[in-house]
């Protein structure tokens, strides 16, 4: 079985931090880039960050450089997201995946940055 499981998210005021998680199963992990992507209410999906399959590259969008880093850890077959400093806009489901995407979605975790 191929699965990506999100989680981690949660309600956290404005400057606060978040560490999410995806674990995966049922595939070589340690094979593939990985990567973050969020929706935030009523816009499309927007990349955050990719990170190698051996972890030593890493790139984010603009809007979260120097707030957030990606990091991995192979042998368990998990990725995670540090969110420092986070902000109102930072709002939104948050999904892992494949560099490609092409593995199924999961239900994602949710972000909510509110006083």
């Known amino acids: 079985e191929v699965q990506l499981v999100e989680s981690g998210g949660g309600l956290v005021q404005p400057g606060g931090s978040l560490r999410l998680s995806c674990a995966a199963s049922?595939?070589?992990?340690?094979?593939?880039?990985m990567t973050w992507v969020r929706q935030a209410p009523g816009k499309g999906p927007e990349w955050v960050s990719t990170i190698s399959s051996g972890g030593s590259s890493t790139n984010y969008v603009d809007s979260v450089k120097g707030r957030f880093t990606i990091s991995r850890d192979n042998a368990k077959k998990t990725m995670y997201l540090q969110m420092n400093s986070l902000k109102p806009e930072d709002t939104a489901v948050y999904y892992c995946?494949?560099?490609?995407?092409?593995?199924?979605w999961g239900q994602g975790t949710q972000v909510t940055v509110s006083s």
């Open positions: 049922g595939f070589t992990f340690g094979s593939y880039d």
């Open positions: 995946n494949r560099r490609s995407g092409s593995l199924p």
